[in-house]
């Protein structure tokens, strides 16, 4: 079955960056749209950033101008560059397909504090 490894998280602190990665085996990764998902305490997962097979990103509002996603195909690898971090972007990071979400890593975790 499809897998996701997620890797790079870390503590940092207000303002600081941090790029995450995510290693997709059992799929044919460049076929499909991937996502950033990232779960802070208490709340409910959700779809920070996308890419479509062809290379479009889109974000949501909260890390707009922040964040900035890319993929390898030829590493089966999906990337999250994040600047600027604050607090709020303190959660757990995974990776997943857009269109069925399914199979979910372990996910890595992020903390940003002072």
Not at 82 to 105: F, Q, R
Request: glycine share 8%; charged share 20%; hydrophobic share 35%.
């Amino acid at each position: 079955q499809v897998q996701f490894v997620e890797s790079g998280g870390g503590l940092v602190q207000p303002g600081e960056s941090l790029r995450v990665s995510c290693v997709a085996s059992r799929i044919v990764f460049s076929a499909y749209w991937m996502g950033w998902y990232r779960q802070a305490p208490g709340r409910q997962r959700e779809l920070v950033a996308r890419i479509t097979d062809a290379g479009a990103t889109n974000y949501a509002e909260s890390v707009k101008d922040r964040f900035t996603i890319s993929r390898d195909n030829n590493k089966n690898t999906l990337y999250l560059q994040m600047n600027n971090l604050t607090p709020e972007d303190t959660a757990v990071y995974y990776c997943n397909t857009v269109a069925s979400p399914d199979h979910w890593g372990q996910g890595t975790q992020v903390t940003v504090s002072s």
